[in-house]
């Protein structure tokens, strides 16, 4: 009988969340396991969040046309660049080839990140200490990126996650937003002019309202956008985000038909809301 090594014994003996091949020492870098290879309750939810959503993401990854030099994916936003680190493990380790590009504010991040991802051997990952729309004009990510990612960024950085995805000819977009509050300060900037023009108004005139109305609206007016641009936009729960009020992800595929009535409906309801000329800039239509 084979003899086993201590490297079998412990994978053995890890918790059934923990994927076979999948890196144990990713995982402890990451703290989702602990050193003994086990799992506390708050490391449990937290990869299973990160499973979903990778679920999504690998089917629009398998769905890429092949390339010599294999996929490209863009994380804003990436923070700890937990979801980055296990898309890599789980789809690109095995590939051998494709770049993850992790895109964050937070320098103390990005070294930290890069310097994991040199331990650890993933060497077809790169960190960049940019702001999502600094990295539209960085010239270390190439031309055209196959499928940008943005969890969670706030308040107008999902929007231009999305300006990037453009301007990058994305195949794929998959967002999460977060704190949508720029429209929210638009509504109520002419929020007394607008109750004595129409009664949607009531829809916005208590500042709790205002927030969800604004925040709701936003994501809206981003699905229109993509979709006038040539994206098939799906919008669903991000289901196993539980402890967080931020569940809405929207899924959106590049077909290449623009569709003119989704910008038509964009601009009737910038100018329905009284937010026409604060938030017409953010929307730039190019309909044929």
Same mark, same amino acid.
């Given at each position: 009988m084979k003899k086993r090594s201590a490297q079998d014994i412990a994978e053995s003996v890890l918790p059934p969340e923990v994927r076979p091949g999948q890196s144990v020492e990713l995982l402890k870098q990451l703290h989702i396991l602990t050193r003994e290879g086990k799992l506390n309750q708050d490391s449990r939810r937290k990869l299973k969040?990160?499973?979903? /959503?990778?679920q999504f *993401?690998?089917? +629009?990854?398998?769905?890429?046309?092949?390339?010599?030099?294999?996929?490209?994916?863009?994380?804003?936003?990436?923070?700890?660049?937990? /979801?980055?680190?296990? *898309?890599?493990? +789980?789809?690109f380790k095995a590939l051998g080839q494709g770049t993850i590009y992790g895109i964050e504010t937070r320098s103390e991040l990005v070294a930290s990140s890069q310097a994991l991802a040199e331990r650890l051997g993933f060497e077809r990952m790169q960190f960049l200490n940019l702001s999502v729309a600094e990295s539209a004009q960085s010239d270390?990510?190439?031309?055209?990126?196959?499928?940008?990612?943005?969890?969670h960024a706030c308040d107008t950085a999902t929007d231009d996650a999305i300006a990037f995805g453009l301007q990058k000819q994305a195949q794929y977009m998959v967002l999460v937003p977060c704190c949508q509050a720029e429209l929210a300060r638009a509504l109520n900037q002419n929020k007394a002019l607008n109750l004595q023009r129409t009664p949607l108004a009531e829809l916005w005139r208590h500042p709790l309202h205002t927030r969800e109305v604004g925040s709701q609206l936003t994501?809206?007016?981003?699905?229109?956008?993509?979709?006038?641009?040539g994206y098939a936009v799906t919008v669903t729960e991000l289901v196993g985000w539980e402890h967080s009020m931020k569940n809405e992800l929207i899924l959106a595929k590049y077909t290449g038909q623009k569709k003119r009535s989704s910008g038509e409906r964009l601009l009737a309801l910038l100018k329905e809301f009284g937010v026409q000329d604060s938030m017409g800039g953010r929307y730039p239509l190019t309909m044929n």
């Open positions: 969040q990160v499973y979903h /959503l990778f *993401i690998e089917k +629009l990854l398998h769905e890429l046309p092949a390339s010599h030099s294999g996929p490209t994916l863009a994380d804003h936003g990436a923070g700890k660049s937990y /979801l980055g680190f296990i *898309i890599y493990d +789980l789809f270390v990510l190439p031309a055209q990126i196959d499928v940008v990612t943005a969890l994501n809206v007016l981003r699905c229109l956008y993509l979709e006038s641009q």
